[in-house]
Nanobody, 121 residues
Framework: QVQLVESGGGTVQAGGSLRLSCAAS????????MGWYRQAPGKQRELVAGFTVSGGTNYADFVKGRFTISRDNAKNTVALQMNSLIPEDTAVYYC???????????????WGQGTQVTVSS
């Protein structure tokens, strides 16, 4: 039973910044990965940035150099600093968590409720 709660969305002008945060609670195992996805109108949900289970990071090409993902493992929170926002970044942003116990064969996948980011031109 894991819950993910996002915050920090809003409306900004192009070139502005927002910082999204996600707080995770519940049965989170040591083996886990957290990241951010987004879904814009008329488009599929896509990866924005995320951590791997080994602690590395993955960034979508369209946010490299603009967004930075960070995590506080002790607090089970993940943040996404978004700079130089453009209208194309407008979407609902979702926090995602994969987690698994050491001996489990199945990964558990959880999603937050989403937070709206709107970038005006």
């Amino acid at each position: 039973q894991v819950q993910l709660v996002e915050s920090g969305g809003g409306t900004v002008q192009a070139g502005g910044s927002l910082r999204l945060s996600c707080a995770a609670s519940g049965s989170i195992y040591s083996i886990n990965a957290m990241g951010w996805y987004r879904q814009a109108p008329g488009k599929q949900r896509e990866l924005v940035a995320g951590f791997t289970v080994s602690g590395g990071t993955n960034y979508a090409d369209f946010v490299k150099g603009r967004f930075t993902i960070s995590r506080d493992n002790a607090k089970n929170t993940v943040a996404l600093q978004m700079n130089s926002l453009i209208p194309e970044d407008t979407a609902v942003y979702y926090c995602n968590l994969y987690t698994k116990s050491l001996t489990a064969t199945r990964w558990n996948n959880y999603w937050g409720q989403g937070t709206q980011v709107t970038v005006s031109s």
